[in-house]
């Protein structure tokens, strides 16, 4: 990780938890988030544990983020999550393009892109996410993937629009499987990704924004993560669900 870059560790919940777990959770990490050191937290709730959250952070050193938004203002979106509703509840940072959006409701490249720009416009910071599938990387086809991802969700973005987004580099292969990319293998993609984000904003801007690693993270292969020059962080999925886990990660990266 860069010192020119603050680093930062979203937690993932997922669809897990209910009320009094989600601010049990907070809670905890609320009252520790000085074990973080300088690294920015950020909770990433289901939607419906938002408002609760949010209000358990209070005036927490914790930011607020939401799992995924429709590219839309308002209107007639049953089940959907607007971009200012979230703004209205507190959240800083949204998730998007997530590999399980991806996978799972065949979300492109060009719905996170448009997802992403709406983000942008109502004051969020979008968390776009990339990565390839074991069948990919089998194939050799890791930096094509990871090319046509970063290009396409983030096209049509001005440089100062770049300069705003995190980017979560997450192999599919290791989401939730236990297995982790050694942290050269991911390094290898974090630097691709920021030779990317140069060619399509600038070397300067490339150099500001911050990339996360995400992927089975945990407390005890943290620390060799953070150690590499372009992994600025962590999205913590499993992890991010048990206190002492999530801050050991944000501790090694702080």
């Given at each position: 990780m860069s010192a020119a870059r603050r680093?930062?560790?979203?937690?993932?919940?997922?669809?897990?938890?209910?009320?009094?777990?989600?601010?049990?959770?907070?809670?905890?990490?609320?009252?520790?988030?000085?074990?973080?050191?300088?690294?920015?937290?950020?909770l990433c709730p289901p939607a419906p544990y938002l408002d609760c959250v949010g209000a358990t952070l209070a005036a927490a050193a914790v930011a607020l983020g939401g799992?995924?938004?429709?590219?839309?203002?308002?209107?007639?979106?049953?089940?959907?999550?607007?971009?200012?509703?979230?703004v209205d509840l507190g959240c800083r940072y949204v998730i998007l393009g997530?590999?399980?959006?991806?996978?799972?409701?065949?979300?492109t490249d060009a719905v996170v892109n448009a997802k992403t720009k709406?983000?942008?416009?109502?004051?969020?910071?979008?968390?776009?996410?990339v990565g390839e599938t074991l069948e990919e990387r089998e194939a050799g086809r890791t930096a094509d993937v990871v090319t046509t991802q970063i290009r396409g969700s983030l096209a049509g973005l001005p440089a100062t629009d770049v300069?705003?987004?995190?980017?979560?580099y997450e192999p599919v292969w290791a989401i939730g499987t236990g297995k982790v990319a050694t942290p050269q293998q991911a390094q290898e993609v974090h630097a691709l990704i920021r030779g990317l984000?140069?060619?399509?904003?600038?070397?300067?801007?490339?150099?500001?924004?911050?990339?996360?690693?995400?992927?089975?993270?945990?407390?005890?292969?943290a620390a060799d993560l953070a150690a590499q020059p372009d992994i600025d962080g962590a999205l913590v999925g499993g992890a991010s669900l048990k206190a002492d886990d999530f801050l050991g990660i944000a501790k090694a990266f702080g």
């Open positions: 680093t930062i560790v979203a937690g993932n919940w997922k669809m897990n938890l209910d009320r009094a777990k989600a601010r049990e959770l907070t809670a905890a990490v609320a009252a520790r988030a000085a074990e973080a050191g300088a690294t920015e937290l950020v799992q995924n938004m429709l590219d839309k203002p308002s209107g007639a979106f049953t089940g959907e999550v607007a971009p200012p509703m979230l997530h590999s399980e959006r991806r996978t799972l409701f065949g979300e709406a983000a942008l416009a109502a004051g969020l910071t979008p968390i776009v996410c300069e705003q987004v995190v980017v979560a984000l140069a060619g399509i904003a600038s070397p300067a801007v490339a150099d500001k924004v911050r990339i996360q690693y995400g992927g089975s993270v945990k407390p005890d292969n």
